[in-house]
C-alpha cells in the first residue's frame, strides 16, 4: 500500500507517526496525488496539529507546507477583544476573494495552493503575473506567502474592488513552511514592503480597551463601501487572529447562496443570520437603522431564490457564468479540467480573444427545484 511513499522521512518532518500516516490514507483523511508536476500527500482532515489543507511534497526532498488555520469569528466585540487580546490589537481589512498560499518548491517552482491544498494553474499564473516574487523567494526560500486573490475577474469569488482592478492579489500573513509560525505584523509589513508586494490594508494597531469601539467604526464604514469585514491579530502574532464581517457582506453571501439554495449547507445560511442578530445588538442600531437592516436581510433570501424558481420553471438550468482572463483556449481548459478534478461541474462555455467564460452547473438546485415543482413532497 503507498510504498512509494517515504513514511520515515515524513515522520522526520512532521512528527506523525508512520502508523497514523497509513490510517489516514486508509480512511482518507490523506489522499496521494500529483500537485505541482510532484507527488504529494494532500491533507483533506486535519491530523495531530497539521491543518486540514496540508500538502507534503515527496519529490527529491521532502517539503511541508502547512495548511493555513482556520480563523475563528466573534460575534461581540466589546468582551471577546478584551478577553482574547492582551495589550493591543491590529486590525486588518478582510478581503474577499480566495485564500492562497504561495510558495517555492525544492525544484525551484513557484506554486499557488488554494485552501484544499491543490494547486491551481490559473492562479499560479496570474500570481507570477501580479507580482515580482523571484528576489523574494531567493532570499526566503523558507517562507509561505499568504494572501487573498481579489477582483471582478476572480474565477471563484468575484467582487470588485477599485483600487485592484480587474485581478489582484493583497498579502495577509508570511507563515514559515514547515512550522507555520507567522511573522509579527510589523515585521511583515517590512518585509513585504522591502520586495514590493502588496500587504492587505491595516487601519491600525489600537489598545485593546479601544478596539472594540474602533472596529465598530471601521465596520460600519467597510459595509456602507459594500467590503467585507476585519481580521483582529495579536500584534506579535502569538495569538490567534479573530474575524469580524460587517452586514452588507452577510447580505451579500446570503443572496449568491440563495440563488442556488439546494447546493449550500443549512448551517451557511444560519451562520449568517446569527451574526446579523448579534451585530444588530452590539451596534446599538437605532429603529430605522435595524429595519434597514431586517429588509436588507429579506431581499438577500426571497430575491435571488425566487428569481432562480422563475427561472427553472421556464425550463432553465442553475448555472453562474465568470468570465477570466486567459492566454489562450489551452489555458482555458486546463483550468476546467483543475475544477473537474476538484469535484466542480464546469465546462468552458465560450473563449474568444483571450476571454473564457467558465460556466458552473449546480445541479442539486436543478433538480429540487424541479421536483418540487412537479409536485414533489418537502
Same mark, same amino acid.
Given at each position: 500500500m503507498n510504498t512509494d511513499i517515504p513514511f520515515h522521512e515524513v515522520t522526520e518532518k512532521t512528527g506523525i507517526p508512520s502508523t497514523r500516516l497509513k490510517d489516514g490514507l486508509e480512511r482518507g483523511a490523506i489522499r496521494v496525488t500529483e500537485e505541482g508536476g510532484v507527488n504529494a500527500l494532500i491533507f483533506k482532515k486535519s491530523l495531530m496539529d497539521l491543518e486540514a489543507g496540508t500538502v507534503i511534497y515527496t519529490g527529491d526532498e521532502v517539503e511541508v507546507i502547512r495548511g493555513f488555520p482556520k480563523i475563528r469569528r466573534t460575534l461581540l466585540l466589546s468582551p471577546t477583544l478584551m478577553e482574547h487580546f492582551r495589550d493591543s490589537v491590529a486590525v486588518e481589512e478582510k478581503m474577499n476573494g480566495y485564500n492562497v498560499r504561495i510558495t517555492r518548491l525544492s525544484s525551484g517552482d513557484t506554486v499557488a495552493l488554494t485552501r484544499g491544498g491543490h494547486v491551481c494553474p490559473f492562479t499560479t499564473r496570474k500570481a507570477l503575473e501580479l507580482m515580482d516574487l523571484d528576489g523574494f523567494f531567493s532570499d526566503h526560500a523558507d517562507l509561505v506567502v499568504c494572501g487573498e486573490m481579489v477582483g471582478r475577474d476572480n474565477p471563484y469569488v468575484s467582487?470588485?474592488?477599485?483600487? @485592484?482592478?480587474?485581478? #489582484?492579489?493583497?498579502?495577509?500573513?508570511?507563515?514559515?513552511?514547515? !512550522?507555520?509560525? $507567522?511573522? +509579527?505584523?510589523?515585521?511583515? /509589513? =517590512?518585509?513585504?514592503?522591502?520586495?514590493?508586494?502588496? +500587504?492587505? &490594508?491595516?487601519?491600525?494597531?489600537? +489598545?485593546?480597551?479601544? %478596539?472594540?469601539?474602533?472596529?465598530?467604526?471601521?465596520?460600519? !464604514?467597510?459595509? &456602507?463601501?459594500?467590503?467585507?469585514?476585519?481580521?483582529?491579530?495579536?500584534?506579535?502574532?502569538?495569538?490567534?487572529?479573530?474575524?469580524? !464581517?460587517?452586514?452588507?457582506?452577510?447580505? /451579500?453571501?446570503? %443572496?449568491?447562496?440563495?440563488?442556488?439554495?439546494?447546493?449550500?449547507?443549512? +448551517?451557511?445560511?444560519?451562520?449568517?443570520?446569527?451574526?446579523? #442578530?448579534?451585530?444588530?445588538?452590539?451596534?446599538?442600531?437605532?429603529?430605522?437603522? !435595524?429595519?434597514? /437592516? %431586517?429588509? &436588507?436581510?429579506?431581499?438577500?433570501?426571497?430575491? $435571488?431564490?425566487?428569481? &432562480?424558481?422563475?427561472?427553472? %420553471?421556464? #425550463?432553465? @438550468?442553475?448555472?453562474?457564468?465568470?468570465?477570466? =482572463?486567459?492566454?489562450?483556449?489551452?489555458t482555458a481548459e486546463e483550468f476546467i479540467r483543475h475544477l473537474v478534478h476538484l469535484g466542480v461541474s464546469a465546462t468552458l462555455a465560450d473563449y474568444r480573444d483571450g476571454k473564457a467564460t467558465v460556466r458552473r452547473f449546480y445541479q442539486a438546485t436543478t433538480d429540487r427545484i424541479n421536483n418540487y415543482l412537479e409536485g414533489g413532497l418537502y
Open positions: 467582487q470588485d474592488y477599485p483600487e @485592484v482592478g480587474p485581478l #489582484g492579489f493583497r498579502v495577509f500573513d508570511l507563515r514559515e513552511k514547515n !512550522t507555520n509560525r $507567522p511573522l +509579527p505584523i510589523q515585521e511583515k /509589513r =517590512d518585509l513585504l514592503e522591502s520586495y514590493g508586494l502588496p +500587504p492587505v &490594508r491595516l487601519f491600525g494597531i489600537y +489598545p485593546v480597551e479601544d %478596539a472594540a469601539k474602533e472596529v465598530a467604526d471601521i465596520i460600519r !464604514t467597510l459595509g &456602507r463601501e459594500g467590503r467585507e469585514g476585519v481580521v483582529m491579530k495579536d500584534p506579535s502574532m502569538d495569538l490567534p487572529p479573530l474575524k469580524y !464581517t460587517s452586514s452588507q457582506a452577510h447580505a /451579500r453571501e446570503l %443572496a449568491y447562496a440563495f440563488s442556488y439554495p439546494f447546493d449550500f449547507g443549512r +448551517p451557511f445560511f444560519f451562520s449568517r443570520v446569527i451574526r446579523e #442578530g448579534f451585530q444588530a445588538y452590539e451596534l446599538d442600531e437605532s429603529d430605522e437603522e !435595524t429595519l434597514e /437592516r %431586517a429588509h &436588507r436581510l429579506g431581499e438577500a433570501i426571497i430575491y $435571488p431564490m425566487l428569481e &432562480r424558481i422563475k427561472a427553472i %420553471a421556464d #425550463g432553465e @438550468v442553475a448555472y453562474e457564468d465568470t468570465v477570466i =482572463d486567459v492566454e489562450d483556449r489551452e
